[in-house]
């Protein structure tokens, strides 16, 4: 499975951006899509994911009601709206898949997912 990110660039606070990660094929091994960031000096950490069978999503506090990951089957591509951006989400974002269907627990981490494509830097001006 191959990933690919895009959609990433320069914005000011308070504005919006969309990412793309395109699957090249959709399978037992992308049951479920999220993304991640990484902040400079930071670790890498959970931000959103969305299940295929159901469209069931799931998000981090931190982005909770300013984030929509949603899904297109037919483009084989998940996407990752973000509205009234925040300096402090400036960072490079990955998309990731893996091979289970259902959130099982509140937290994840990047053990969680098997698949990765490359980052898309997003940079949020104040």
């Known amino acids: 499975v191959q990933l690919q990110a895009s959609g990433g660039g320069l914005v000011q606070a308070g504005g919006s951006l969309r990412l793309s990660c395109a699957a090249s094929?959709?399978?037992?091994?992308?049951?479920?899509m999220g993304w991640f960031r990484q902040a400079p000096g930071k670790e890498r950490v959970f931000v959103a994911a969305?299940?295929?069978?159901?469209?069931?999503?799931h998000y981090s506090d931190s982005v909770k009601g300013r984030f929509t990951i949603s899904r297109d089957g037919a483009k084989n591509t998940v996407y990752l709206q973000m509205t009234n951006l925040k300096a402090e989400d400036t960072a490079v974002y990955s998309c990731?898949?893996?091979?289970?269907?259902?959130?099982?627990?509140?937290?994840?981490?990047?053990?969680?997912?098997?698949?990765w494509g490359q980052g898309t830097l997003v940079t949020v001006s104040s």
């Open positions: 969305i299940t295929w069978r159901d469209g069931r999503t």
């Open positions: 094929v959709l399978t037992t091994s992308t049951n479920a």
């Open positions: 990731a898949a893996a091979r289970w269907s259902k959130f099982y627990r509140d937290s994840y981490n990047s053990s969680d997912f098997d698949f």
